[in-house]
Each structure stands twice: as structure tokens, then as C-alpha cells.
Nanobody, 123 residues
Framework: VQLQASGGGLVQAGGSLRLSCAASVGTFSSYTMGWFRQAPGKEREFVAAISRSGGTTTSADSVKGRITISRDNAKNTVYLQMNTLKVEDTAVYYC?????????????????WGQGTLVTVSS
């Protein structure tokens, strides 16, 4: 499984970005997909996740109401729409794929990771 994240960049506070993650995998709909982020000097943290069918999503409290995770199983792609961006959203954003059951929050639940895309929010 290969995951390729894209869409990061420099944006002013209050702006929006949409991240994409394209998966090279046989059956994309077999994977729960998640987005994580890692700011300089901090641990990688959960941002959002979406179920195999796309019918269930969850997100971290820090981004709730400002982000939307979605997926297109026909295109093997998961998206993260981020609105009203804040300086503290600055981080490298990673997409990840999981075949495991249970909680979606821990990084250990994800089997495959993309290379990350940098989001920088300026004040």
C-alpha cells in the first residue's frame, strides 16, 4: 500500500486548504482512513478518520467544526477540507490507512502511512 498526500501549502489565518491522499491499493474500501499531524517538537496527533464506506467520521476536538474528512472509494482518495485555519494548525499532515478494529485515534492502529504534506498558517 502506498499513500501519497498532497495539497499542503502556505495560507493566512482564516483561510482554507483541501488535502488529498491518493492510495495505491487493491481494495481501498477495505481500509479505515485517517489524518494525523505533527507540529515541530510535538508528537504526532490524531486529526480525523473515516470509516471504510465513508458513512462514519470522527475528528479531534481541536479541529471539530472546522474540518471535514471525506473519501471517494472509486478514486482511491481521501480528503481533508480545512477551513478557518489557525496558526496552531501549522504542521506536517499525514494520511494513514488501517485494517485494524477498535479505536481510530492511536497511531498504532494504522498500518500504512503517507509521506506527509506541510501546512503552514501565517498570522
Amino acid at each position: 500500500v502506498q499513500l501519497q498526500a498532497s495539497g499542503g501549502g502556505l495560507v493566512q489565518a482564516g483561510g482554507s486548504l483541501r488535502l488529498s491522499c491518493a492510495a495505491s491499493v487493491g481494495t481501498f474500501s477495505s481500509y479505515t482512513m485517517g489524518w494525523f499531524r505533527q507540529a515541530p517538537g510535538k508528537e504526532r496527533e490524531f486529526v480525523a478518520a473515516i470509516s471504510r464506506s465513508g458513512g462514519t467520521t470522527t475528528s479531534a476536538d481541536s479541529v471539530k467544526g472546522r474540518i471535514t474528512i471525506s473519501r471517494d472509494n472509486a478514486k482511491n482518495t481521501v480528503y481533508l477540507q480545512m477551513n478557518t485555519l489557525k496558526v496552531e494548525d501549522t504542521a506536517v499532515y499525514y494520511c494513514a490507512a488501517s485494517t485494524q478494529s477498535g479505536s481510530w485515534y492511536p497511531t498504532s492502529k494504522y498500518d500504512y502511512w503517507g509521506q506527509g504534506t506541510l501546512v503552514t498558517v501565517s498570522s
